[in-house]
């Protein structure tokens, strides 16, 4: 129904920045809340940024001040802007999507899912 593909992984330094990128194909609602999930090895699957269909937003402590979500509400397409980016903040990251207008903090709420990014900080 509908389709999420992330793009803009890859292996930065740190201190760099990323910009990743997700976009929607197929069928869409009216309203939409999405965010971005990141799991690294070992560790559970941790919502990083939200963004409502109004445009509120939240960020997880451990990325605020660094990390921007954006969006196109006519594609249902968001961005993930990375700046400053440390070693703890590797791993895979994942778009998701809820045809809702409110965020969620929790990955069971989210609908529709990308196949993930791979993001690689070096030290």
């Known amino acids: 129904q509908v389709q999420l593909v992330e793009s803009g992984g890859g292996l930065v330094q740190a201190g760099g920045s990323l910009r990743l990128s997700c976009a929607a194909s197929?069928?869409?609602?009216?309203?939409?809340?999405m965010g971005w999930f990141r799991q690294a090895p070992g560790k559970e699957r941790e919502l990083v940024a939200a963004?409502?269909?109004?445009?509120?937003?939240y960020y997880a402590d451990s990325v605020k001040g660094r990390f921007t979500i954006s969006r196109v509400n006519a594609k249902i397409t968001v961005h993930l802007q990375m700046n400053s980016l440390k070693p703890e903040d590797t791993a895979v990251y994942y778009c998701?999507?809820?045809?809702?207008?409110?965020?969620?903090?929790?990955?069971?709420?989210?609908?529709?899912w990308g196949q993930g990014t791979q993001v690689t900080v070096s030290s």
């Open positions: 963004i409502s269909s109004g445009g509120s937003t």
């Open positions: 197929g069928r869409t609602f009216s309203s939409y809340a």
């Open positions: 998701a999507a809820r045809p809702y207008y409110s965020i969620s903090y929790y990955d069971n709420d989210y609908n529709y």
